[in-house]
């Protein structure tokens, strides 16, 4: 099975900063990869999907970039409500695995 | 409005089975894949498992596989999850998701406790 690797498991930023987050895939899944944000105590939230295209409703400073096994979340501008532990998730064929997480908080 | 409502969590002994339910409305599951995924403090989201949406066919984690059943009623547009063989592990919020593999609708979860 192909295996999603997320780095770094965790980061802290001031608000303003540019984070960005990495996933790996251990095989080539083209550009079905997507990113879920998911707050604590919360259901997990659809954030990008095709690796690149923003939901509906998510805020633009939420990008996605990537394709075949690299892969990168982006927040332009950090901001206090983005307190939350983000997943990426290959969609190419099952088993639709996620990443570990990556948990990011304010400086 | 879509709406995933999940059933059937619980407290259970090892070894013990639970059967999870998942009644949808908004949308006719027909046609569409509809997944299980559990989330621990520890280990974060994992997929569980999937059924497809025009055949049925089912796939499950590595870690559930020959445990776990998933299962569906188009008549009543519900969601199953049989668990048997239940380990300290399992214990989870389990989630309904849909739809296909990417999944933009979830359940608000359903707490899986696997302990003696």
């Known amino acids: 099975d192909i295996q999603m690797t997320q780095s770094p498991s965790s980061l802290s930023a001031s608000v303003g900063d540019r984070v960005t987050i990495t996933c790996r895939a251990s095989q080539d899944i083209s550009s079905y990869l997507a990113w879920y944000q998911q707050k604590p105590g919360k259901v997990p939230k659809l954030l990008i999907y095709a690796a690149s295209t923003l939901q509906s409703g998510v805020p633009s400073r939420f990008s996605g970039s990537g394709s075949g096994t690299d892969f990168s979340l982006t927040i332009s501008s950090l901001q206090p409500e983005d307190i939350a532990t983000y997943y990426c998730?290959?969609?190419?064929?099952?088993?639709?695995?996620f990443g570990q997480g990556t948990r990011v908080d304010i400086k | 409005d879509v709406q995933l409502l999940e059933s059937g969590g619980g407290l259970v002994q090892p070894g013990g089975s639970l059967r999870l339910s998942c009644a949808v409305s908004g949308f006719t599951m027909r046609g569409y894949a509809m997944s299980w995924v559990r989330h621990t403090p520890g280990k974060g989201l994992e997929w569980v498992s999937a059924?497809?949406?025009?055949?049925?066919?089912?796939y499950y984690g590595d870690f559930v596989r020959g445990r776990f059943t998933m299962s569906r009623d188009i008549s009543k547009n519900t969601l199953y999850l049989q668990m048997n063989s239940l380990r300290g592990d399992d214990t989870a919020i389990y989630y309904c998701?849909?739809?296909?593999?990417?999944?933009?609708?979830w359940g608000q979860g359903t707490l899986v406790t696997v302990s003696s």
């Open positions: 998701a849909s739809r296909n593999g990417v999944i933009p609708y």
């Open positions: 059924i497809s949406g025009d055949d049925d066919r089912t």
């Open positions: 998730q290959k969609y190419n064929a099952a088993p639709w695995t």
